[in-house]
C-alpha cells in the first residue's frame, strides 16, 4: 500500500482548529495528500498553529469546488460516515479499510472522505463513494471529533503500512482510463430503450460504484470498452459475422 496515494479529503470543514488539529495527525503517520472542499473556516494563522510541523500540508492542500469534481481525479473514495444506508454491503471498519481494501487498490487514487463537523457528508456526497468507513465506538457517546476520526483512520492505515505487503501485483487503470469507461457506458445507457420507471443517473451511478470496488485493470477496460462498442453498434435484425475487434 502507497502513502503517496492516499488523499484525506475535509468537506465543508467549520473549525480552522480541527483543520490544523487533523494535518497534524496526519503528518504524524506520514501522510502528505490534503484535500479541502470548500472549507468554511479560514485556512491561516490559525490553522497552521494547530498543524504544528504538520503546517506544510496545510500550505499544500488540494483545492475542489466538490466532491464529485474530486472523485474525477481521485477515482475510489471512502466516505466516513455514522448515518445508516438501507443496504449494509458497502459499510466497513476503518480497520477492514485499513487492512483489506486500501492495500487491494496499490497505487491507484484512494480518497478518505470526512464531512463537516454538524451533520456530515451529505447522502449525494455518499452516493458517490464506493465504501462507507465506520469507526466503532462505544454506543453511549459514539460521535468523534473531525480531528480525532481522522486520527483514527490515519492510525488505522499506518498500521497496517508496516505490515509486509505480500498483495498480488494488479495493474490497475489509472483514473482517465476509467472515466473514459464510464462515459462510453452512459452514451450506451442514453441510447438505450430503457423503460420509464428506470433513471439513467441512478443505473449509471450504481455501476460507477460497482465498477470502482472492482479493482479493474488496464486490460478488463478495454475488453469492457470492446464490449460496450458493439453493444452499441448492434441494431435489431442484423446479423454480424463476429465480435470484431474484441480481444482478451
Not at 130 to 158: F, M, R, S
Request: charged share 25%.
Amino acid at each position: 500500500m502507497s502513502r503517496d496515494h492516499l488523499h484525506f479529503i475535509l468537506v465543508r470543514t467549520r473549525f480552522a482548529s480541527n483543520l490544523g488539529a487533523a494535518a497534524r495527525i496526519l503528518k504524524n503517520m506520514g501522510f502528505r495528500r490534503l484535500v479541502l472542499i470548500r472549507p468554511r473556516c479560514e485556512v491561516g494563522a490559525e490553522a497552521r498553529m494547530m498543524a504544528m510541523k504538520g503546517a506544510d500540508l496545510v500550505d499544500d492542500a488540494v483545492y475542489y469546488p466538490s466532491l464529485r469534481e474530486a472523485k474525477r481525479e481521485i477515482r475510489i473514495l471512502a466516505g466516513t460516515t455514522a448515518r445508516s444506508p438501507k443496504t449494509g454491503t458497502r459499510r466497513v471498519s476503518s480497520r477492514t479499510l485499513a487492512g483489506e481494501l486500501a492495500p487491494r487498490y496499490g497505487s491507484a487514487p484512494l480518497g478518505i472522505v470526512f464531512g463537516p463537523e454538524d451533520n456530515g457528508l451529505s447522502r449525494d456526497e455518499l452516493r458517490l463513494c464506493e465504501w462507507l468507513v465506520e469507526i466503532p465506538t462505544a454506543g453511549e457517546y459514539p460521535v468523534l471529533n473531525l480531528a480525532q476520526a481522522v486520527g483514527l483512520v490515519a492510525y488505522d492505515l499506518h498500521s497496517a503500512a508496516l505490515a509486509p505487503d505480500d498483495s498480488p501485483f494488479l495493474n490497475l487503470a489509472d483514473p482517465a482510463e476509467f472515466r473514459s469507461l464510464i462515459a462510453r457506458l452512459e452514451i450506451v445507457l442514453t441510447s438505450a430503450a430503457l423503460p420509464p420507471r428506470l433513471s439513467r443517473q441512478r443505473i449509471l451511478a450504481r455501476l460507477n460504484r460497482i465498477l470502482g470496488r472492482a479493482q479493474l485493470e488496464k486490460e478488463d477496460v478495454k475488453l469492457l470498452r470492446s464490449l460496450l462498442t458493439l453493444v452499441s453498434r448492434s441494431r435489431p435484425g442484423k446479423r454480424r459475422s463476429g465480435p470484431r475487434g474484441l480481444r482478451e
